[in-house]
């Protein structure tokens, strides 16, 4: 029983407790911060004793993503020659202890290709998790050229990063994008700052960018701004190897995906019985602070019968229940059959023609029985099958289909691993197209996760742990 709450906002909450194998407490609880859930956070005590507890997912994907994908894309031109790029690569490699373990990085460089004929390049050949090698070869690798033209393919290289970002397999899906640059496209290049802002959209990838005020170069920050702001990102300008470090500590904690804010827990735990004055005990549930304060009892105590033998018998019960039903059916099938064989003797005696009745008799294959057509029944359009729990429901499509948990969509599908506004499926001029609307687990359209994408018949659709299957 939830006796009180304290703290007003609450990142973390208990759905339901089990204490059905008491002293063996299972709890569910849904953490739904604007930040990583942090484990070290959460504490479970009783009677200001801390009790050890295991934490495990509650569903196969129902916890976030462990990680994310960081790329730094660092300009290496005349703009950056000299103190600019020391300056730069010391804060990114400072940078890197705000990371976690977890999290996977890799960098771009680029400079201009009317100098070095190059264009963008990366430090590592595929993303790491050991930081300190990432940290040896960005020093080693990035060397600008001296340029008094001070050339720099910005877009371009911004552009060409996303898609290379793109074409990586097996990446966590979230992403940090953090351009380190003087912010001065002086390029050939057609690529423009609005397809860039477009590319990045279309992924859901925003753009975060640290602008280096170089004293001898001219820079004006507007431009990589705007493609922050459109894309969700920020831009912070900055002087020295400090202010860079706090800038790239700033995007590292900004507030991250939604895929990584709400997960489904179990808290796994055995509360101490060794000066249990009673059945019950009170916990406490802390986590950053906030507490919740709860009463768990012992389902067992007064009764004769344990729970766990409640349960077996309860099974031995349904089995015996099962064997009774199939024999009544077995009997009843037998006392059919005799009656079925009796019927036939019956009716071969009383059909045998007399000689009063021969001539009145009519031969069998004269005898002509009409039958209405059955006429199948076909949706008026496309449909989507929805298989859950061993059924499957069929749901005609509209222009605009909602699925989620919460009531207000068109399909409703009370599933734990189905977010409460999931995907939308869209009918116009007879494409079909399915949209992720940000969803805790993905959309997955025959096994590949997508973010939008044109769905033709028989696609295989995943939402969690629900399967769709599009019919026209």
């Known amino acids: 029983m939830l006796n009180s709450i304290s703290g007003e906002a609450q990142e973390l909450q208990v759905v339901n407790v089990d204490s059905s194998l008491f002293p063996n407490i299972k709890m569910g609880i849904i953490y739904k911060g604007k930040t990583k859930f942090q484990q070290d956070e959460l504490n479970v005590f009783q009677d200001e004793r801390k009790i050890p507890y295991t934490l495990q997912e509650s569903a196969p994907g129902s916890a976030p993503e462990k990680g994310r994908t960081v790329y730094f894309l660092i300009e290496s031109s005349g703009n950056t020659y000299g103190k600019g790029i020391s300056v730069i690569k010391d804060g990114v490699k400072a940078a890197l202890e705000n990371l976690d373990d977890q999290d996977l990085v890799n960098a771009g460089y680029f400079g201009s290709m009317a100098v070095d004929s190059v264009g963008l390049q990366m430090v590592n050949e595929k993303f790491t998790e050991n930081k300190s090698s990432f940290s040896s070869r960005l020093n080693s690798k990035i060397n600008p050229l001296a340029d008094s033209l001070y050339r720099s393919d910005l877009y371009k290289s911004i552009f060409e990063s996303l898609e290379y970002l793109q074409n990586q397999k097996d990446l966590p899906s979230n992403k940090l994008f953090i351009v380190l640059s003087v912010a001065r496209n002086n390029s050939t290049s057609s690529v423009s700052s609005a397809e860039c802002i477009a590319k990045a959209r279309d992924m859901g990838i925003p753009v975060y960018a640290v602008t280096y ?21 920020k831009n912070i300008q900055c002087r020295s190897t400090v202010e860079i ?3 790239i500590t700033d995007f590292i904690n900004s507030p991250i995906p939604q895929s990584m804010q709400e997960a489904a827990y179990d808290l796994l735990f055995t509360v101490f019985t060794d000066k249990l004055p009673s059945s019950s005990v009170k916990l406490d549930v802390n986590y950053k602070g906030t507490r919740q304060i709860f009463t768990v009892s012992d389902p067992n105590a007064g009764s004769l019968i344990p729970e766990d033998f409640k349960k077996y018998l309860w099974i031995s019960i349904g089995i015996l229940g099962a064997i009774v039903i199939i024999m009544l059916l077995v009997n009843a099938a037998g006392k059919k059959g005799k009656a079925s064989s009796t019927e036939e003797i019956e009716e071969d005696v009383s ?18 029985v009409q039958t209405a057509p059955v006429i199948p029944v076909k949706p008026s359009g496309p449909v989507v099958l929805v298989s859950l729990g061993g059924r499957t429901n069929t749901y005609p499509l509209g222009n605009e289909t909602k699925i989620g948990r919460l009531e207000t969509n068109d399909i409703v599908i009370n599933e734990q691993t189905v977010t409460k506004n999931h995907a939308i499926i869209r009918i116009d001029k007879g494409k079909i197209e399915i949209e992720d609307l940000g969803s805790t687990n993905g ?12 769905l033709k018949h028989g696609d295989r659709i995943k939402l969690g742990q629900v399967e769709l299957t599009l019919k026209e």
């Open 245 to 247: 470090i706090n800038a």
């Open 351 to 368: 059909t045998s023609p007399t000689k009063e009745t021969a001539a009145k008799t009519v031969p069998l294959e004269k005898v002509q």
């Open 443 to 454: 959309t997955f359209v025959n096994g590949e996760r997508i973010r939008r994408l044109e």
């Open 213 to 233: 005020l170089a004293s001898d170069t001219v820079y004006s920050s507007g431009m990589i701004s705007r493609i922050c702001s459109k894309t969700g990102g």
